[in-house]
């Protein structure tokens, strides 16, 4: 299972232990249920070990080295995560991916690997418009094809990271593309909403709690059990009541 966590205020480093707080409870969580757990940095070019704090210097860093950093580059630490996950005795080689705001990004585009049978994206931003990396123009819903896998795509209604109509024009994507996919969207819920530290008046417990249920319910079916591949889902639904 891989965590692709680096929110703007919040950047998973090398380490293993060197994280903020609410990724590694995020990340502890999801291990708690037998799973296997990565959370790699995605800023290892521009920093050392220790975790950026929540402040202003931290954030503006953190904003700089993403739209500094070339698209290749995002995508190489993916694919050396998920080969040293599946190069592990105990891996099964069925690979999950979530991660949060930035790091949501980045657990859509690990879905291009053909590896990866489920991805939670919680608030991914800069996906609608098309800005991530270097020269801020990313492929990521050109590429939608190329997911094999499921997706979980998990917004709040009042998110300006990602506004209306950039959630529609996701969400019109993947429903064109025909890929299999849920898309929830809290009524009330801001950007940040199961950031569980510092989350400036967002976090929202039970709403975490309720979205963590949708995460170990696809991770569960996708990655624990050996039903072989999917059938069927293709044929006309009956319309009856």
């Known amino acids: 299972m891989l965590i692709t ?11 293993g232990s060197m994280l903020t707080g609410p990724v590694e409870r995020f990340a502890r969580q999801i291990a708690g249920h037998g799973y296997i757990v990565a959370a790699p940095s995605s800023y290892h070019e521009f920093t050392g070990p220790a975790a950026l704090a929540y402040d202003g210097p931290g954030t503006d860093s953190g904003n700089a080295w993403k739209i500094e950093k070339k698209l290749s580059a995002y995508d190489e630490d993916a694919t050396l995560s998920i080969d040293c996950l599946v190069g592990l005795e105990t891996c099964n080689g069925r690979i999950g991916a979530t991660g ?4 949501g990004h980045l657990a ?16 991914a931003t800069d996906v609608h418009s098309h800005s991530l990396g270097k020269g801020k ?10 997911i094999k896998g499921e997706l979980v795509m998990i917004f709040g209604k009042r998110d300006n990271h990602v506004p209306p109509a950039g959630r529609d024009l996701i969400r019109k994507t993947l429903h064109e593309t025909g890929i299999t996919f849920s898309f929830f969207e809290a009524a009330w819920a801001q950007h940040a909403f199961i950031r569980d530290e510092l989350s400036k008046g967002r976090y929202d417990p039970a709403l975490a ?15 624990n059990g050996d039903l072989g591949p999917r059938e069927g889902g293709d044929e006309e639904v009956e319309d009856v009541c």
């Open 5 to 15: 966590e680096t929110h703007q205020d919040v950047q998973t480093q090398d380490g």
């Open 209 to 223: 709690g309720l979205c963590f249920q949708m995460l170990l319910e696809l991770f569960e079916r996708t990655l």
């Open 137 to 146: 123009e990313d492929d990521s819903l050109q590429r939608v094809k190329e």
């Open 108 to 123: 859509f585009r690990c879905a291009f690997d053909k590896r990866v049978r489920a991805a939670v994206c919680y608030f």
């Open 100 to 103: 949060m705001c930035l790091g």
